[in-house]
């Protein structure tokens, strides 16, 4: 690490910092590593990479690297890996977020940022995209939530959850610690959620307008459109228009879901009873009992809960298909 960061000046402006998530996607990041490095070698991207070794630490690295004078990092890992470089972004006090250059290559298990911008999941094609540079400025989403009895602030670069979501997401990560692997895991810990879950009640506000007061099942605030590994929980987000999108689902049960699953992944969520969509720049949640958080996978504190727009706030490389649809 500090080779990587000592050695950078003067050039450092002109390579990228990669940080390496070695744990995402059950290993592949450490696995596969070196064949992302030699794809980025054939390509003549130059860079200095880095393995996280702890949670936070690719904040850490971020704030770092920028202050060393790097201005474009790779993320090779999943949404939380992402999610920690965003927020070193927004801690360094170097530069402003959006004047550096931010890409993934995906290793994680939900890559659910990458199927906003059109990110092939296939190394060398996403090799390729950084490559070709075609970049995009992106809204980030502020939430202030309690933890520890004292207000926090994180940023989101993609879609965060409270209720249902966030109560799968401490499951999903417990069982994780347990050392259970496996692609069906997000899954298996959806199923067993379902019969435990108990439903708080609930008060949103947005825009300071009061939108919903009643029991809640789940709730998904965001910029983008896909979370828990696919699923397009925010169908009619867009990524740069100064908006947060917020899907509210009611109370229901688990055949509603089960015989109109499609209806989760195509877009078409709305078409499903008790969900319903709401727009705005500023919502405010609050719940009794408290309900959890999860940020772009990331379970962190509970409610009340204050969400934010950044508008056009990080700019990202994407693919050139985005930017011609």
């Known amino acids: 690490m500090n080779n990587a960061l000592n050695n950078a000046a003067p050039a450092a402006a002109d390579r990228w910092f ?54 474009k990092i790779v993320v090779i890992g999943g949404d939380g890996t992402l999610h920690e470089v965003v927020n070193g972004l927004f801690i360094q006090q170097e530069v402003r977020p959006h004047e550096v250059l931010l890409a993934v290559i995906p290793v994680g298990t939900g890559n659910d940022w990458i199927r906003m911008f059109g990110i092939p999941r296939r190394y060398s094609e996403a090799v390729r995209a950084l490559k070709e540079g075609y970049s995009f400025l992106q809204d980030v989403g502020e939430v202030t939530y309690e933890e520890s009895q004292y207000r926090q602030k994180r940023y989101m670069a993609n879609v965060a959850g409270t209720g249902f979501d966030a109560f799968v997401v401490k499951r999903f990560n417990h069982l994780k610690t347990k050392g259970w692997r496996g692609r069906w895991l997000y899954g298996f810990s959806v199923v067993r959620s379902y ?49 947060l999108d917020m899907t509210i689902i009611r109370p229901i049960h688990w055949w509603h879901i089960i015989f109109r699953l499609k209806k989760m992944f195509n877009g078409q969520i709305y078409e499903i009873g008790h969900i319903s969509h709401v727009q705005g720049s500023r919502i405010k949640i609050t719940s009794s009992p408290d309900s959890l958080l999860e940020v772009d996978g990331e379970l962190l504190g509970a409610t009340p809960l204050e ?19």
Do not use: W
């Open 18 to 71: 990669v940080i390496v998530n070695p744990i995402a996607g059950m290993g592949r990041g450490l696995q596969d590593f070196p064949q992302i490095s030699k794809l980025l070698r054939d390509n003549d991207i130059h860079c200095e990479s880095v393995f996280t070794e702890h949670k936070n630490h690719a904040v850490e690295l971020t704030v770092k690297a920028v202050t060393a004078g790097f201005r």
């Open 195 to 243: 019969f435990t879950y108990k439903t708080p009640g609930v008060k949103v506000y947005v825009d300071g307008e009061v939108v919903y007061n009643d029991l809640l099942f789940s709730m998904s605030v965001g910029v983008g459109k896909y979370n828990g590994g696919g699923i397009q929980q925010l169908p009619a987000a867009v990524v740069d228009d100064g908006l």
């Open 307 to 325: 969400f934010g727009i950044l508008h056009r706030a990080v700019r990202v490389v994407v693919s050139k298909k985005f930017l011609e649809d």
